[in-house]
């Protein structure tokens, strides 16, 4: 999963919206000066990225697109998914995007004394640049993978995910919308806080 789907299971606790946005950039040694609940965070990033790397639905996304976008398909369907979250987001969340997405912003912005020094501008820039309206348009996904291919040793495989995506697209929404209940159902259970802002998925296995 992205930033998006990442920060809508974290719920309404800023600590842990930090540690789960930070997880992927930040190092042991930056670890070690982080407060328990930002760790809390970091620790239930990871927790997420283990379901999710072992559904089934997540591993069939991720071989429909396989043959072009080899090494970088887990990649490409990790921001995918998180543009079908935003075409589902009333299925599964109890708050809207825009008041998910102010929340986390000022958050992030008061409390940005806590995050590691080098880190600090890449808060600034999601806050500054709005990263999680991104995931509403095609044109912002579109944004997101050309990003990613600046960072790519295979820039031009990023550069062409975008249509591979959308020509698979009825396939992907199908393995989503498997996955995401599933993925609910989970974090309910690990959560150290709860979650309001999730719906709760379990009458889908009644």
Known sequence: MNYLAHLLLSGPHGSLAIGNFLAD???????????????????????????????????????RIRSNQRK????????????????????????????????IYSHLDEHSEVVPEPLQRRVQSMIEHQWLSTYRTVDGIGDVFRRMANRASRPEIML???????????????????????????????????????????????
Do not use: C
């Open 25 to 63: 950039m930040i190092t042991p040694a930056q670890s070690a000066t982080l407060p328990d609940s930002i760790l809390a965070g970091i620790q239930l990033h990871r927790e997420i990225d283990m379901f999710t790397d072992s559904h089934d639905a997540v591993r069939s996304s991720t071989a």
């Open 160 to 206: 062409s995910a975008l249509d591979h995506l959308l020509a698979h697209d009825a396939g992907l929404l199908e393995d989503f919308n498997l996955f995401f209940p599933d993925m609910i159902d989970h974090v309910l259970a690990i959560h150290p806080f709860g979650n309001e802002w999730l719906i709760l998925q379990n009458e889908r296995k009644a």
């Open 72 to 103: 970088y398909a887990p990649v490409s369907i990790d921001i995918y998914y998180d543009f079908l979250l935003v075409r589902n987001w009333e299925r599964y969340a109890t708050i809207t995007l825009d008041e998910m997405a102010d929340y």
